[in-house]
Nanobody
Framework: QVQLVESGGGLVQAGGSLRLSCAASGRAFSNYGMAWFRQAPGKEREFLAAISRSGSITYYADSMEGRFTISRDNAKSTVYLQMNSLKPDDTAVYYC????WGRGARGPHEYEYWGQGTQVTVSS
Protein backbone atom coordinates (compact mmCIF):
# COMPACT_ATOMS: atom_id res chain seq x y z
CA GLN A 1 0.00 0.00 0.00
CA VAL A 2 1.11 3.57 -0.62
CA GLN A 3 0.07 6.83 1.03
CA LEU A 4 0.03 10.04 -1.00
CA VAL A 5 0.13 13.65 0.24
CA GLU A 6 -0.21 16.59 -2.13
CA SER A 7 1.11 20.08 -1.50
CA GLY A 8 1.83 23.28 -3.36
CA GLY A 9 -1.68 24.48 -4.08
CA GLY A 10 -2.84 27.99 -3.36
CA LEU A 11 -4.12 31.23 -4.83
CA VAL A 12 -2.46 32.56 -7.97
CA GLN A 13 -3.33 35.23 -10.52
CA ALA A 14 -4.20 34.32 -14.08
CA GLY A 15 -1.04 33.83 -16.12
CA GLY A 16 0.93 32.67 -13.11
CA SER A 17 2.53 29.34 -12.31
CA LEU A 18 2.41 26.74 -9.56
CA ARG A 19 4.26 23.52 -8.94
CA LEU A 20 2.36 20.82 -7.13
CA SER A 21 4.12 18.03 -5.28
CA CYS A 22 2.88 14.63 -4.21
CA ALA A 23 4.97 12.78 -1.65
CA ALA A 24 4.54 9.03 -1.34
CA SER A 25 5.24 6.72 1.56
CA GLY A 26 4.78 3.03 2.11
CA ARG A 27 5.74 0.57 -0.57
CA ALA A 28 8.47 1.31 -3.11
CA PHE A 29 7.49 4.41 -5.05
CA SER A 30 9.13 3.21 -8.24
CA ASN A 31 6.67 0.31 -8.39
CA TYR A 32 3.83 2.70 -9.22
CA GLY A 33 2.76 4.70 -12.16
CA MET A 34 1.59 8.13 -11.08
CA ALA A 35 -0.97 10.58 -12.36
CA TRP A 36 -2.58 13.94 -11.66
CA PHE A 37 -6.30 14.62 -11.83
CA ARG A 38 -8.42 17.59 -10.88
CA GLN A 39 -12.03 18.14 -9.91
CA ALA A 40 -13.90 21.42 -10.03
CA PRO A 41 -17.19 21.91 -8.14
CA GLY A 42 -20.03 20.16 -9.90
CA LYS A 43 -17.75 18.48 -12.43
CA GLU A 44 -16.32 15.01 -12.85
CA ARG A 45 -12.75 14.21 -11.93
CA GLU A 46 -10.58 15.04 -14.93
CA PHE A 47 -7.36 13.35 -16.05
CA LEU A 48 -4.44 15.74 -16.54
CA ALA A 49 -1.21 13.78 -16.87
CA ALA A 50 0.47 10.48 -16.02
CA ILE A 51 4.00 9.19 -15.84
CA SER A 52 5.47 5.71 -16.06
CA ARG A 53 7.20 4.01 -13.16
CA SER A 54 10.67 4.96 -14.36
CA GLY A 55 9.61 8.43 -15.46
CA SER A 56 10.69 7.81 -19.04
CA ILE A 57 7.17 8.03 -20.52
CA THR A 58 4.62 10.76 -19.92
CA TYR A 59 1.00 11.07 -20.97
CA TYR A 60 -1.12 14.22 -21.16
CA ALA A 61 -4.72 15.16 -21.69
CA ASP A 62 -5.09 17.00 -24.98
CA SER A 63 -6.70 19.95 -23.21
CA MET A 64 -3.53 20.74 -21.28
CA GLU A 65 -2.09 22.31 -24.45
CA GLY A 66 1.47 22.00 -23.22
CA ARG A 67 0.88 24.17 -20.15
CA PHE A 68 1.34 21.34 -17.63
CA THR A 69 4.39 19.12 -17.12
CA ILE A 70 4.53 15.98 -15.01
CA SER A 71 7.78 14.65 -13.59
CA ARG A 72 8.96 12.39 -10.80
CA ASP A 73 11.95 11.89 -8.57
CA ASN A 74 12.04 8.27 -7.44
CA ALA A 75 14.86 8.98 -5.00
CA LYS A 76 12.56 11.44 -3.22
CA SER A 77 9.39 9.38 -3.75
CA THR A 78 7.74 12.47 -5.19
CA VAL A 79 5.81 13.32 -8.32
CA TYR A 80 5.38 16.89 -9.52
CA LEU A 81 3.01 18.86 -11.70
CA GLN A 82 4.37 22.11 -13.08
CA MET A 83 1.51 24.34 -14.19
CA ASN A 84 2.12 27.45 -16.29
CA SER A 85 -0.09 30.12 -17.83
CA LEU A 86 -2.82 29.35 -15.37
CA LYS A 87 -6.40 30.36 -16.14
CA PRO A 88 -9.44 30.83 -13.90
CA ASP A 89 -10.85 27.63 -15.43
CA ASP A 90 -7.94 25.74 -13.84
CA THR A 91 -9.48 26.36 -10.42
CA ALA A 92 -10.09 22.96 -8.85
CA VAL A 93 -8.91 20.49 -6.27
CA TYR A 94 -5.88 18.67 -7.67
CA TYR A 95 -5.23 15.04 -6.79
CA CYS A 96 -2.35 12.68 -7.35
CA UNK A 97 -3.00 8.98 -7.84
CA UNK A 98 -1.01 5.78 -8.12
CA UNK A 99 -1.49 2.55 -10.02
CA UNK A 100 0.62 -0.56 -10.42
CA TRP A 101 0.86 -0.44 -14.20
CA GLY A 102 2.14 3.02 -15.13
CA ARG A 103 0.62 2.88 -18.62
CA GLY A 104 -1.04 6.28 -18.58
CA ALA A 105 -4.55 5.18 -17.73
CA ARG A 106 -7.03 8.07 -17.92
CA GLY A 107 -9.94 6.74 -15.94
CA PRO A 108 -10.02 7.56 -12.22
CA HIS A 109 -11.35 4.08 -11.49
CA GLU A 110 -8.08 2.60 -12.78
CA TYR A 111 -6.06 4.10 -9.94
CA GLU A 112 -5.82 2.32 -6.62
CA TYR A 113 -4.43 5.02 -4.36
CA TRP A 114 -5.30 8.70 -4.00
CA GLY A 115 -4.10 11.68 -2.05
CA GLN A 116 -6.44 14.02 -0.19
CA GLY A 117 -6.11 16.78 -2.78
CA THR A 118 -4.79 20.32 -2.79
CA GLN A 119 -6.84 23.38 -3.74
CA VAL A 120 -5.71 25.56 -6.64
CA THR A 121 -7.53 28.85 -7.14
CA VAL A 122 -6.75 31.09 -10.10
CA SER A 123 -8.05 34.64 -9.91
CA SER A 124 -8.82 36.74 -12.98
Amino acid sequence: QVQLVESGGGLVQAGGSLRLSCAASGRAFSNYGMAWFRQAPGKEREFLAAISRSGSITYYADSMEGRFTISRDNAKSTVYLQMNSLKPDDTAVYYCAADQWGRGARGPHEYEYWGQGTQVTVSS
